[in-house]
């Protein structure tokens, strides 16, 4: 049997509530009074939220969270602090935990302590208090609730205080086992054991030789997977490495032109405005491909000097003609300039006539977050100053380590790199990616950007309009799927994004993706048959 964890929001779901309420602590455990109308409606139901627990349309399991003082515990306890010799910050109390007898196996109150550790870790809750009826206690400790304090309720109706930290959590594997939560992210990636290893070692100077030759190996590896001459490897992320190619075309004086078709490509250009640089822009609707011609007519009347453009697009997947517009470039002598933050690693990359160009550690090379890129073949003499800190030709002049960097980070994306030295590693990641375009597709998913188009990483998914994107990946995390929902241009547009940027993404992760996700949009009354 499968069921689903989500949180409840109609009327419906409600409605079952307040029966399974009924059902447990009024006919079951009498610690309510009977009513004629056999619901029972808690008293602080507009301050609960119900992580509820669901086989197909019907509510097997629910539990109320809430994190309002004072608790029900602080009324029948007194000050819940009296009793603990540990401090916390942001307590929540978990009330009506009920599962339906039929479904008493253990399975769903696991799936929905599961559910509850994602809800607490994700609202930043470092500890979770409960009232344990006394019938379930040996279960409620198998799961890591602590008792304590005394006994409260009727004699008929006794209830165990108990409470889960959130350094119980972390150290149990139980407990991790059944939160665990497989990342779909297009950043941070979940990081390989190897890689964790490299990056747990005690920091080294950045002065010595050890780190010295560790940059040079780094660069090395970074410089073949790319076949750029050279790279200046930054402590920050992508928004620097872009800021730092702002700064150098500032320095050049020059006029150039700036390509947009998404999020990051208007990304580009506020890093210009803010630098004041003099240019052209072009800008295509989100999803939709550069019309080349058009490009190339701007060229061939606005003398321009760069052009530079976002490689792979991350807010919808389109993975823009790096081929066609690198041509353009060597036909009209412009240097080419690209945002290859969320491609390199991803797709094969050849940036030896490429001017300027960024990365970063994390997102598809599967390292840490913390270090960027700009890779670059030649540089000419600015016709002023920098700040020093985006001087992309005084990293040259130091050797790669201009001021006090990570020796860790260093060393985690020096394991992370090895993957690329097979050049099959590129290739099985597309695999799973047209394999998962089908599946998805099978099911009725509709896409923002055709696989033709998108990158080999990023699944972008459009919701129905009378859906909440916002909603399904909300109840996803619950059930252990963490998608890219959250941004603000991904709620607008109720989209979705699945990133395979993990290297332990695989089909039968997905497959269970797709599974929970036909359940929660059919759950919400729609038949997702009904878009195709």
Same mark, same amino acid.
Request: aromatic share 12%; net charge negative.
């Given at each position: ?22 059902? /447990? ?21 507009? $301050? ?33 602090? $009296? ?105 941070? &990636? ?24 560790? &940059? ?18 930054? /402590? ?8 730092? &190619? ?26 210009? $405005?803010?630098?004041?640089? /003099? ?36 807010? /919808? +997947? ?40 960024? +990365? ?67 290739? $099985? ?14 099911? +009725? ?12 990483? &990023? ?74």
């Amino acid at each position: 049997m499968s069921f689903t964890i989500k949180m409840a929001r109609d009327k419906d779901e409600f409605d079952q509530i307040f029966d399974l309420n009924y059902e /447990t602590f009024v006919e079951e455990i009498p610690q309510h009074e009977q009513n004629d109308k056999k619901k029972l409606l808690d008293r602080f139901h507009a $301050e609960n939220q119900y992580i509820i627990c669901k086989h197909d349309s019907e509510v097997i399991g629910m539990m109320a969270i809430r994190d309002i003082r004072p608790f029900s515990l602080d009324e029948k306890l007194g000050v819940i602090e $009296e009793y603990l010799n540990f401090s916390f910050i942001k307590p929540c109390e978990v009330r009506l935990l009920a599962v339906k007898k039929t479904y008493r196996n253990g399975r769903v109150f696991t799936a929905l302590t599961g559910g509850l550790i994602r809800y607490c870790l994700q609202k930043g809750h470092d500890i979770a208090f409960i009232s344990g009826t006394t019938r379930q206690s040996k279960l409620y400790r198998h799961l890591g609730f602590q008792p304590f304090a005394h006994l409260v309720g009727k004699d008929e109706a006794l209830f165990q205080p108990m409470y889960l930290t959130k350094r119980t959590f972390l150290t149990s594997d139980a407990l991790q086992m059944i939160s665990h939560v497989r990342s779909f992210l297009p950043g941070p &990636v979940a990081i390989d054991k190897e890689v964790q290893t490299a990056f747990d070692q005690q920091p080294i100077w950045h002065r010595s030789e050890e780190h010295s030759n560790m &940059v040079a190996a780094v660069k090395t590896k970074l410089k073949e997977m790319t076949n750029a001459k050279q790279v200046a490897i930054l /402590t920050g992320s992508g928004t620097l490495s872009n800021d730092a &190619v702002a700064a150098h075309l500032a320095g050049l004086n020059s006029k150039g032109l700036i390509l947009t078709n998404g999020e990051f490509g208007d990304r580009l250009v506020d890093h210009a $405005e803010r630098f004041q640089l /003099t240019f052209d822009h072009i800008s295509y609707d989100w999803g939709t491909s550069f019309l080349i011609e058009e490009i190339e007519n701007k060229l061939m009347e606005g003398n321009y000097d760069w052009l530079w453009f976002v490689h792979c697009e991350t807010s /919808t +997947g389109m993975l823009n003609d790096f081929k066609k517009i690198e041509s353009l470039c060597k036909q009209y002598s412009v240097k080419l300039c690209v945002d290859a933050i969320s491609s390199i690693g991803a797709v094969p990359l050849d940036l030896q006539h490429t001017y300027l160009a960024t +990365g970063v550690s994390g997102k598809a090379i599967g390292s840490y977050t913390g270090l960027s890129f700009v890779f670059y073949n030649s540089l000419e003499n600015l016709s002023y100053p920098v700040p020093r800190y985006l001087d992309i030709s005084y990293y040259e002049k130091c050797e790669g380590i201009p001021f006090s960097q990570s020796s860790n980070l260093f060393h985690a994306l020096n394991v992370a790199l090895d993957k690329f030295l097979d050049p099959s590693f590129i290739k $099985e990641r597309r695999s799973i990616f047209i394999q998962a375009c089908e599946m998805f597709k099978d099911k +009725g998913f509709h896409f923002v950007i055709d696989n033709q188009h998108s990158s080999p990483c &990023v699944l972008t998914i459009a919701i129905p309009k009378d859906l909440s994107s916002l909603a399904i990946g909300e109840d996803l995390y619950l059930n252990g799927f963490l998608v890219h929902y959250r941004n603000r241009y991904l709620i607008e547009n109720n989209w979705i994004q699945i990133a395979l940027m993990n290297a332990n993404n695989d089909l039968k992760q997905l497959k269970s993706l797709i599974r929970v996700m036909e359940k929660l949009i059919i759950d919400q009354s729609f038949s997702i048959s009904a878009y195709q």
